[in-house]
């Protein structure tokens, strides 16, 4: 697809000389060449234990297990806020979604925010942004990313009003090529039309095809590459649903947790509709309807393992392993039946905890697990570090290669927000037994939690009920232990922590 050329800007003027230059002097060419690649793959809606290191040993996920063995292990990564733009936003631009004002879905990231490409501003480097974008305009060219495929057609009626309504995703190109008719009245081809078709014609497919092409057609530039899987997002379900079977299956040790009455009302309600309604046929009442559900998720989970493995054989093939940052991450996890609940919004740990990887070239092939809690709030420091531009003081996130040294880091708490779905969003109606102003403040409730080092995890929120886990001893968050009157302590302290956190990025909610 086009890109965007309305609006030169002074990195497409950068470009254009430092091409000249290049071109003039194969000197200026060889010094180049030493930068390193960035190659970042990403997932949306993939909890952490879905690979062997995590602790899942039975899916199928070879090249993520390989990876795994020769990069930097994040064991305990948590997401900024446990929902796809929030999150997106603040691994694309290394600040907090209330900060860069993506705090909820469908909300556009301002075009005055740099993203990563914007923060290094190096002309040298060829970039491209492949796959789910969610971050506004969501077919369109931006923010630093000269190369654009993208695979969502859904997020038209979210467009700025400058942007061409009628024009299709790549991946809807593709498609057409190939033949198929779309199955929608807007003559869109939808999610689970996609998710049925062969594995071949499939999204994670089409991308690992135009990864694999960027590669080959920038081998001899410096490059930065990010991919963004769709999958395993719902809908649940794809050619590949019968890899694991339901049996093998083992439900969450917390699957039968009945979230007592001093948990948050918005998460027992949640619980509540999808045990009532289940989800896309699943009897979500039942452990088979579970165990098929989870079955399917793992099998996305693979489907993308397999695109994974040919786009880093594509990466070793070029000889361009040796001098590529790989990074493998995902926008948030989903709950899976732990607490009997299913997606994201909330702040458990199965929602909030993704798998991150970094292989990085200078350490080699070697792995190395970190076991402190960390956030994608610190992403991109990390990267502009490794990449020759630290220090960026406008970020709240650190660097965490001292980690990765074996040294400390500055801010050893990990905060999460949650902001809720006020513009995109209402609040549901009519719940039997519990008064609709209740349903309306617990859904129109803010949280700010905050994960110390010695495993304590406050979650304070304006409108609902606020939680209080010791993740040492309560790892599967069974036990709320807000308002037990034994650890006022932990309370008083780490509240102090979440005000201290809230004035240094500037947040206003009051908690």
Not at 186 to 191: Q, V
Not at 280 to 307: C, P
Not at 443 to 454: E, G, K, Y
Not at 483 to 507: A, M, N, P, Y
């Amino acid at each position: 697809m086009p890109s965007d050329t309305t609006n030169p800007t002074r990195r497409d003027f950068l470009k254009t000389m430092a091409a000249a230059a290049v071109s003039a002097n194969i000197v200026g060419c060889t010094k180049t060449r030493r930068k390193p690649n960035l190659l970042f793959i990403w997932t949306d809606e993939q909890r952490a234990d879905t690979m062997r290191i995590y602790g899942n040993a039975k899916i199928h996920a070879p090249n993520l297990n390989t990876l795994a063995a020769q990069s930097v292990v994040f064991r305990n990564a948590t997401v900024s806020q446990p929902v796809c733009t929030p999150s997106r936003s603040t691994v694309m631009t290394g600040l907090m979604p209330h900060q860069n004002g993506c705090v909820e879905n469908n909300i556009p990231l301002p075009e005055n925010i740099p993203c990563l490409p914007e923060l290094l501003d190096d002309p040298d480097y060829c970039t491209g942004y492949f796959g789910k974008w969610h971050l506004g305009d969501e077919i369109f060219p931006q923010h630093g990313f000269d190369e654009w495929e993208s695979i969502e057609d859904m997020y038209r009626r979210h467009y700025r009003d400058h942007r061409d309504q009628s024009q299709k995703s790549s991946y809807w190109h593709f498609l057409d090529q190939l033949g198929y008719e779309p199955d929608t009245d807007k003559g869109d081809y939808s999610r689970g039309f996609a998710a049925r078709l062969p594995i071949e014609h499939c999204k994670p497919k089409f991308l690992e095809l135009k990864a694999c092409d960027f590669l080959r057609r920038h081998s001899k530039q410096p490059f930065m590459l990010y991919i963004n899987f769709l999958e395993p997002h719902m809908p649940f379900y794809g050619p590949l649903d019968n890899k694991h079977h339901p049996d093998e299956i083992d439900l969450p040790r917390n699957f039968t947790d009945i979230l007592e009455e001093n948990e948050p009302l918005r998460y027992r309600l949640i619980r509540e509709r999808y045990r009532q309604r289940g989800f896309e046929g699943h009897d979500l009442q039942t452990e088979s309807g579970w165990r098929r559900l989870i079955a399917n998720y793992w099998g996305l989970v693979t489907q993308v393992d397999l695109s994974v493995g040919a786009i880093l054989k594509t990466l070793a093939e070029l000889g361009l392993d040796e001098n590529t940052i790989v990074v493998y991450t995902s926008d948030h996890g989903d709950m899976m039946g732990a607490h009997s609940l299913l997606a994201k919004t909330v702040m458990y740990e199965e929602a909030l905890k993704v798998p991150w990887l970094m292989r990085i070239p200078r350490l080699g092939k070697k792995q190395r697990i970190i076991e402190n809690r960390v956030s994608q709030i610190d992403l991109v420091p990390t990267l502009l570090e490794l990449m020759g531009k630290p220090g960026r003081k406008d970020l709240p996130g650190q660097s965490l290669l001292p980690l990765v040294n074996g040294d400390s880091v500055k801010e050893d708490h990990v905060f999460v927000e949650w902001n809720p779905p006020l513009v995109h969003g209402s609040p549901p109606q009519n719940i039997p037994a519990v008064p609709q102003e209740e349903v309306d403040r617990a859904f129109r409730a803010n949280t700010r939690t905050v994960i110390s080092p010695d495993g304590w995890k406050l979650c304070l929120s304006d409108g609902d009920k606020c939680q209080l886990f010791d993740l040492n001893h309560d790892p599967w968050e069974t036990t709320n232990l807000f308002d037990s009157g034994r650890h006022k302590e932990v309370i008083s302290r780490l509240t102090v922590k979440i005000h201290d956190w809230q004035q240094r990025v500037s947040d206003t909610v009051a908690i």
